[in-house]
Each structure stands twice: as structure tokens, then as C-alpha cells.
């Protein structure tokens, strides 16, 4: 049994943990000493922010995995969005119904927003593309959105 409540600083070794068992991330690419102290400061700066919430799945055995939602307002929508910009469950925990729980928690947490619609984008390399989680869970491909990206370099 577990449970899903917000995220605190106090999490950010077991996120980091988690984030490490994905060697493709740029927060990966900082000396080890550092890696930790980043991620302690973009948490408290996610906890800080009216528009993101941050929710850890937790069992007695510590963080199991977690999720990261921003939110932001629409023109041309009929009510605010919310992104999926982060979930990541520890390989251990997969399986066992954190990730899912973690999407009830963003959709019950985009109803009381009066959100028109919740997105994310999910690599189709992983593990969770390959294997339909997000269908699964009732969410939809959309086959004509392309995304873009524009990296920034640090100066």
C-alpha cells in the first residue's frame, strides 16, 4: 500500500535516485556533488510555484516515483491547461499501479481547476510508449501535433 501527497525538499535524493536509473538526462550531465543541490533547488522553486504541483507516490519502504504538473492558462481553450511535464516511477515499483495513481491524482487535481485538458510527452523509445501505458489509461495520441524544442544553451 501507498500513498501520493505533495512533494517536499526533503524528497529530492529519492527523485534524484529515480531520475538517475535514466542516463539521457541533462541534470545527469552535472559533477555528482552538484547534481543533488540542482535538483534541491528546482524542487523548492516547483513547490514555491502557484502553477506547478509535485506529488511523490510513497510506501514505507520510501519514494516509489513521482510526478511533476504545470499549469498554465489559454486563449483560445475554453479553460486552462495542465502538462505532464515529469513522471518517473522507480523500476522496482513499476507494475504496482504508482503511475496510474499519479494520473488520477492530475486529473482529479485538473478537475478542481476547471481544466479543459491535461497533456504530456512521452519518448516512444520508453518503456512506458512501447508498453500503451498512457492509452491504457485513457489518455490519446495525437498523431498531427508535432513538438518542437529549442535547447538553450547556458552562457
Excluded at 84 to 107: I, N, P, Q, Y
Excluded at 132 to 138: A, L
Aim: proline share 4%; net charge negative; charged share 25%.
Amino acid at each position: 500500500m501507498f500513498e501520493i501527497r505533495t512533494a517536499q525538499i526533503s524528497d529530492a535524493p529519492a527523485i534524484l535516485d529515480i531520475i538517475s536509473e535514466h542516463a539521457t538526462f541533462p541534470i545527469l550531465k552535472l559533477k555528482e556533488k552538484n547534481r543533488l543541490s540542482c535538483l534541491e533547488d528546482h524542487l523548492a522553486a516547483c513547490i514555491e510555484d502557484p502553477a506547478s504541483d509535485m506529488w511523490v507516490a510513497e510506501d514505507s519502504g520510501g519514494v516509489m516515483g513521482y510526478m511533476l504538473l504545470h499549469w498554465h492558462s489559454s486563449m483560445i481553450m475554453p479553460g486552462p491547461d495542465g502538462y505532464v511535464a515529469e513522471l518517473f516511477v522507480h523500476s522496482g515499483h513499476r507494475g504496482c499501479g504508482v503511475g496510474r495513481r499519479l494520473l488520477e491524482t492530475a486529473r482529479q487535481a485538473a478537475g478542481e481547476r476547471g481544466c479543459f485538458r491535461l497533456m504530456l510527452i512521452n519518448n516512444r523509445q520508453r518503456d512506458s510508449y512501447r508498453r500503451g501505458f498512457y492509452r491504457k489509461n485513457g489518455w490519446t495520441e495525437r498523431a498531427h501535433i508535432s513538438n518542437f524544442v529549442l535547447f538553450m544553451e547556458p552562457e
